[in-house]
């Protein structure tokens, strides 16, 4: 089992949670829970309202849509954090495809935790804006203007 | 009377002066529109014929819409009114040139006219939008709008009539003298209207520059046209009208200079004819359009003008006579711009915003030049080229008339589609759904969509019918009103509450035998509303109802009426009666919500007392929530306790910080109590601050001071940013200066060992964790010294000189140093520009932290000192770091077990020394 220190060096590594202060970080990583999954296992399916995020720490997953695999993400990547947000039913089905260690996130410890931080709050929201900007960035080939 | 008047003319205090302004300005430019459009149709025939007028379509195309557009770029830079007035100086000034090039025999004068005729068109009704636009807030433009568009459509009549009865007298081009002087009236009231309106304007005009900066790029429309089915059809519609209208037009001015040789003649003529027009177009829009869209839907309203055209252009091939020609003219311009305009908006409806504003500003730009263009080359390939007869045009119209409609039956059914996806994919605007039930086909398509529609997808529909009254919602609605889960159903009974038909309460009898309460009273409400209001008499018998639930039911049925119903018939006996009477068996759980949603309208206090104190400890948030505003409104001391409790609950905070501050003063003593107890749970310890910060009172600043010598770090910064919100709204409260000094030298004290450890920390891997987290609580550190100076000196100022000091622009962070030198008093001017003037050196940091009596080690021997601070996390950061780096002479950090209390306060360094002391110990030594 990971150490709190541990986690948050983990989390530190993936972009969305790349503008949390590193006791954020902490705070993030005391709510997540380490979960294993085996080949063939599912983590979510295509429709189901997300309840919970994933961080991958080892291992392969796949994602589904209309059962065409779209992508996989390995080690470092995350799935679902956005969809916490939306609450929109997942867009994709996931799918272990070896012996695969994760952390798990749920929305309700999220939801919680960052009633209590808001600083975390304004951390996900630069994420966020960072990566509307880049999108904008890559559709104009253009820098946008940091105040539009 | 007065109340159908009020309905047709809602002008309100204060708008009469400036309304009657505006509808006499559009009136006389519209009028004066009709006499010049008379005037340039008249004289082109007259000098050079109708067959020529296919070349002046395509001069139209090629330079009257840059123009416009040129002009309107630069019209937002001008001042509205001013621009109204200069822009009329110049038509008046041109009529009168024309009139002498007239005198002078200038031959091309005609087509002059012509294009100027068509710019003046665009500009002086744009400009009269735009000025509409700035003198009226989006509610008044929303009433009074359809006013001003009377007074448009009564200006075209009136230069009808003008013209009619006055050319034949003054001579056709002595119209355009009259219609200069017609034109003086508008200088006059835009010269009024600047004045009496200017600060109005003036507003309007900010935010209009705003929102230009902002405003979307039209690029890509094509793109977007051509991807989509939908689009092309939309666009080809337009594209045909547009062609057609032309081609309709040219065969007009053939038969006018067929028939009517004079030159004045036809000018009156033309004035006659836009009469006819004019009162043709109000009366279809006034009693026709509204009930064409409404009982037949967009299928029939697109139709309309195409199978007008077709018809009238097959009596013109049987009967080519001047009356059969005006009636196909007349059609034409009647129902395009009455149905077949309202059947273009509804074509919109379902395309969203975005690309709405993009597609429409193509249309704008392009299809209606190039439209104009190939219906010029298409006259001059039947007339010129081919050389047939004017009259075969009207076979061109019939063709094209039905290549119309057979493009409006597949946009038809396109539209129903687009309609669908655009509600399952929540891509329809907000504005979109207020308009839409007037669209039958809108509403067949939201009927369609929640026939099939299931979880969130119907749970989003059932949002978006709300307010939308139709028989045919009532199916859908009825079948998920039996749906199993309760939401839905709910839903689906308050949307058939608002249709209206109480017939169909019969259809829901069987859910009078819900375990629900809440759809229980729903069914009952819907049986027994009689126009509006609930009747006493059908809520009678089901009061004296055998079954336990309905009689609840209706008991909450009657309550949540309001009025006289509840009291009469409930008193606090009878609901407690009820109540047990309901109890064993039931859904007890969906009683208590719906009794929770009605403790604002019990009769009786004493027993919304009760109930509230027993629902402010439910589980479930929607009864607590209505417990807590209850609470909020019965103010009683009582309550206070479990209000505070109640914070604990993310979700209800911001209903109990406002039932708290209600209390006012009067709860400030448990409120105290709680904050000062360690013991509360954090989450309701770092909430208090923002409760005391809405009780605006010196005991509130005094207890938030205290807080900032609280143990818990977090309970510190809440406390200081309550303080901080108080001071800027309330600087008559006193801020003990002498606390908040004591606070501050700690602050610096801690700014500057930060500092220092930032610059010791080693530059490695292994101590990058602790680097970053130096970093941020340095820079954290920094932020609650601004805040809490910002309790003795100006806080607005304070927060601006503090976020300069982040600015990557070096003027303005040396500003706010500048005025930071000039505010701050000793000592803590020198502290404080010592650490943000420029970066201090170790031996600096060392020197300032022995005035506070605290010693600065040097690498690594610091990190056994952030390792024993009361900060949780960097004490981990630094355990982990001596790991990390294996220093081994720090390793007795890990030997010692923390005490009780440590354990307790600092969890994750106990968590990290337990770790990494196992790990020390399975390491075989080197």
């Known amino acids: ?148 | 009377m007065t109340r159908l008047w009020r309905q047709l003319v809602d002008i309100r205090e204060g708008e009469w002066s400036r309304t009657l302004a505006m509808f006499t300005y559009i009136l006389t430019v519209i009028a004066v529109l009709v006499i010049v459009k008379s005037v340039r149709q008249s004289l082109f025939l007259q000098k050079f014929g109708a067959a020529n007028l296919p070349y002046v379509y395509l001069l139209i195309a090629a330079i009257a819409g840059t123009i416009a557009t040129i002009y309107q770029r630069f019209a937002h830079r001008v001042k509205v009114h001013r621009l109204l007035i200069w822009t009329m100086v110049i038509i008046i000034a041109n009529l009168l040139i024309f009139r002498f090039l007239s005198l002078i025999g200038w031959s091309p004068l005609a087509y002059v006219l012509y294009v100027w005729v068509a710019v003046y068109g665009i500009l002086a009704t744009a400009q009269f939008w735009m000025l509409a636009n700035y003198v009226y807030d989006p509610r008044q433009a929303k009433r009074l709008f359809p006013i001003l568009g009377v007074g448009a459509t009564l200006g075209g009549i009136l230069g009808g009539y003008i013209t009619q009865f006055t050319a034949t007298a003054l001579g056709t081009e002595n119209m355009l003298l009259l219609s200069g002087v017609m034109l003086l009236t508008c200088i006059g009231l835009a010269w009024r209207l600047g004045t009496a309106e200017r600060e109005t304007i003036r507003e309007a005009e900010r935010a209009r520059r705003f929102k230009d900066s902002s405003a979307e790029k039209t690029e890509g429309g094509f793109k977007l046209i051509w991807e989509s089915k939908y689009l092309k059809l939309v666009m080809a519609i337009i594209a045909l009208s547009i062609v057609i209208s032309t081609v309709v037009d040219n065969q007009f001015s053939f038969v006018v200079e067929e028939h009517i040789p004079d030159k004045d003649a036809k000018t009156a003529f033309f004035g006659q004819f836009f009469t006819w027009l004019g009162w043709a177009a109000f009366l279809t829009q006034f009693f026709l359009t509204a009930r064409v869209v409404r009982r037949f839907g967009i299928g029939v309203a697109m139709a309309v003008l195409p199978v007008a055209l077709f018809l009238g252009s097959g009596l013109f091939v049987l009967i080519p006579m001047l009356l059969t020609g005006v009636l196909v003219k007349i059609a034409d311009g009647t129902f395009r711009y009455t149905i077949h305009k309202a059947s273009l908006e509804l074509l919109f409806l379902p395309i969203p915003i975005g690309v709405k504003n993009k597609t429409k500003t193509f249309i704008d730009v392009f299809t209606d030049r190039f439209s104009k263009g190939i219906a010029a080359l298409l006259v001059l390939l039947v007339t010129t080229l081919l050389g047939f007869h004017y009259t075969i045009l009207s076979y061109v119209l019939m063709g094209l008339a039905v290549v119309w409609i057979g493009v409006a039956v597949l946009t038809r059914k396109e539209y129903t589609a687009a309609f669908r996806d655009s509600l399952m994919g929540r891509k329809l605007d907000e504005d979109t759904l207020i308009i839409s039930p007037t669209d039958p086909s809108a509403v067949d398509a939201l009927a369609e969509s929640l026939r099939t529609a299931k979880g969130s997808a119907a749970r989003r529909l059932l949002d978006l019918v709300e307010g939308i009254k139709s028989p045919k919602l009532i199916d859908p609605l009825v079948t998920f009103a039996h749906d199993p889960d309760i939401d839905i159903a709910k839903a689906a009974l308050d949307r058939l509450a608002e249709q209206d038909a109480p017939e169909v309460g019969e259809r829901l009898k069987d859910l009078l035998e819900s375990p629900n309460v809440e759809i229980v009273e729903r069914v009952l409400r819907i049986r027994c509303r009689r126009k509006d209001t609930l009747s006493p008499v059908e809520l009678g018998p089901f009061l004296a109802d055998d079954r336990p639930l309905v009689r609840l039911g209706a008991v909450m049925c009657a309550l949540r009426s309001g009025g006289n119903i509840g009291a009469d018939i409930v008193d606090a006996e009878t609901l407690e009666h009820f109540l047990e009477d309901s109890g064993g068996g039931q859904d007890r759980h969906a009683m208590n919500r719906m009794l929770a949603s009605l403790l604002r309208v019990l009769p009786d206090d004493e027993l919304a007392h009760s109930y509230t104190r027993r629902f402010l400890d439910s589980n479930d948030p929607e009864i607590r929530g209505n417990a807590i505003e209850s609470a909020g409104r019965l103010r009683s001391r009582e309550l206070v306790e479990p209000l505070i409790r109640s914070l604990d609950d993310r979700r209800l905070r911001y209903k109990v910080r406002d039932a708290l501050a209600g209390y006012g003063e009067s709860a400030l003593g448990t409120i105290e109590d709680y904050f000062r107890d360690p013991d509360t749970a954090f989450s309701i310890r770092q909430y208090l601050p923002r409760v005391l910060e809405r009780i605006p009172s010196q005991r509130s600043v005094d207890i938030l001071v205290s807080g900032l010598d609280d143990v818990d770090a977090r309970v510190r910064f809440a406390s200081l940013r309550s303080l901080g919100r108080l001071r800027a709204k309330y600087q008559e409260l006193n801020f003990d200066h002498h606390r908040i000094a004591e606070r501050l030298d700690e602050e610096v004290r801690k700014a500057y060992r930060y500092q220092g450890w930032v610059l010791d920390v080693a530059d490695n891997t292994e101590a990058a964790l602790l680097r970053k987290t130096l970093h941020e609580k340095s820079h954290k550190t920094l932020d609650r010294l601004f805040r809490l100076l910002a309790m003795t000196h100006p806080p607005a100022e304070l927060y601006a000189a503090c976020q300069a000091l982040y600015s990557p622009n070096a003027r303005i962070r040396a500003n706010a140093v500048e005025y930071l030198d000039n505010v701050l008093k000793p000592p803590h001017k020198q502290w404080v520009l010592g650490l943000i003037e420029e970066r201090p050196s170790f031996d600096q940091i060392s020197s300032m932290l022995r005035t506070f009596g605290d010693t600065a080690p040097r690498w690594p021997d610091d990190l056994e000192h952030q390792a024993g601070t009361d900060d949780d996390w960097l004490a981990a950061c630094a355990l982990y770091t001596v790991w990390a780096l294996q220093e081994r002479k720090l390793f007795r950090l890990f030997e010692r077990d923390p005490d009780p209390d440590r354990k307790r306060k600092r969890p994750l360094t106990v968590e990290t020394l337990y770790n990494l002391r196992q790990r020390i110990e399975s390491t075989p030594p080197e």
């Open chain 1, 1 to 148: 089992m990971l150490s709190t220190i541990e986690r948050v060096l983990t989390l530190q590594k993936n972009e969305i949670f790349a503008e949390v202060s590193t006791e954020g970080l902490a705070h993030l990583a005391a709510i997540a829970e380490e979960v294993e999954f085996d080949a063939g296992d599912s983590l979510f399916h295509e429709g189901e309202i997300p309840d919970a995020c994933y961080l991958i720490l080892a291992g392969h997953v796949e994602l589904n849509r209309s059962n065409q695999t779209e992508l996989t993400v390995g080690p470092g990547d995350d799935i679902g954090v956005w969809a916490l947000f939306d609450g929109e039913p997942r867009v994709f089905a996931a799918r272990a495809t070896e012996n695969t260690h994760a952390l798990k996130i749920t929305q309700e410890d999220f939801y919680d935790l960052l009633a209590d931080h808001t600083d975390i709050v304004q951390s996900f929201f630069r994420t966020l804006v960072r990566r509307i900007r880049r999108v904008l960035t890559d559709r104009t080939g253009q820098t946008t203007n940091p105040t539009g």
